[in-house]
T-cell receptor, first 113, second 111 residues
Framework: NAGVTQTPKFQVLKTGQSMTLQCAQD?????MSWYRQDPGMGLRLIHY???????DQGEVPNGYNVSRSTTEDFPLRLLSAAPSQTSVYFC????????????FGPGTRLTVT | DAKTTQPPSMDCAEGRAANLPCNHS???????VYWYRQIHSQGPQYIIH???NNETNEMASLIITEDRKSSTLILPHATLRDTAVYYC????????????FGTGTRLTIIP
């Protein structure tokens, strides 16, 4: 199994640009989530999904959209990038009954100039 | 969810046991203690969790005090690869709970 994969590993955007961070898992996990991590702070939940077609907001959802059309994929879209969205983004997945035992991807380091 | 308090940093000699403390004095009866770690530039990794009994797996042991107000994660024979930030999380295991990571303890294993 590849586990949780994320692309790209690094990305530089200009303010106002949009882009999609990709996340995929091959473990047939129902639950998937996106976090951001800023220096000196812990991880903060952006959005999550409990299954295909179902998404919900975390604690910092503004400026981000998600969709879940398949069990495997959970892309995160930045609608209009801002410097405040400079961060490291992690995707995670788990079985729905074991939401607190999540597998994390390697992360995407995003810089918005 | 109950608040946790962890020391910001700790050192441990390679080959020795690393004992990472966590205080959670406001923990309620249905809340579990979860531990994750994050090695530099990698995603977090689940380690272990427990409710009130001590737990052990291939990575670590978790000791929870009888009053459940504190716990200790033990890495029995620390290696350089155990250098990471360790997060203690107290959370209910029911329903649609969501992980919340604080700032954790930065553990440095010294050769």
């Amino acid at each position: 199994n590849a586990g949780v994969t994320q692309t790209p590993k690094f990305q530089v955007l200009k303010t106002g640009q949009s882009m999609t961070l990709q996340c995929a898992q091959d473990m047939n996990h129902e639950y998937m989530s996106w976090y951001r991590q800023d220096p000196g702070m812990g991880l903060r939940l952006i959005h999550y999904s409990v299954g295909a077609g179902i998404t919900d907001q975390g604690e910092v959802p503004n400026g981000y959209n998600v969709s879940r059309s398949t069990t495997e994929d959970f892309p995160l879209r930045l609608l209009s990038a801002a410097p405040s969205q400079t961060s490291v983004y992690f995707c995670a997945s788990s079985y729905y009954g074991r939401v607190l035992e999540q597998y994390f991807g390697p992360g995407t380091r995003l810089t918005v100039t | 969810d109950a608040k946790t308090t962890q020391p910001p940093s700790m050192d441990c000699a390679e080959g020795r046991a690393a004992n990472l403390p966590c205080n959670h004095s406001t923990i309620s009866g249905n809340e579990y203690v979860y531990w994750y770690r994050q090695i530099h530039s990698q995603g977090p990794q689940y380690i272990i969790h427990g409710l009130k009994n001590n737990e052990t797996n291939e990575m670590a042991s978790l000791i929870i005090t009888e009053d459940r107000k504190s716990s200790t994660l033990i890495l029995p024979h620390a290696t350089l690869r155990d250098t990471a930030v360790y997060y203690c999380i107290v959370i209910s295991n029911f329903g649609n709970e969501k992980l919340t990571f604080g700032t954790g303890t930065r553990l440095t294993i010294i050769p």
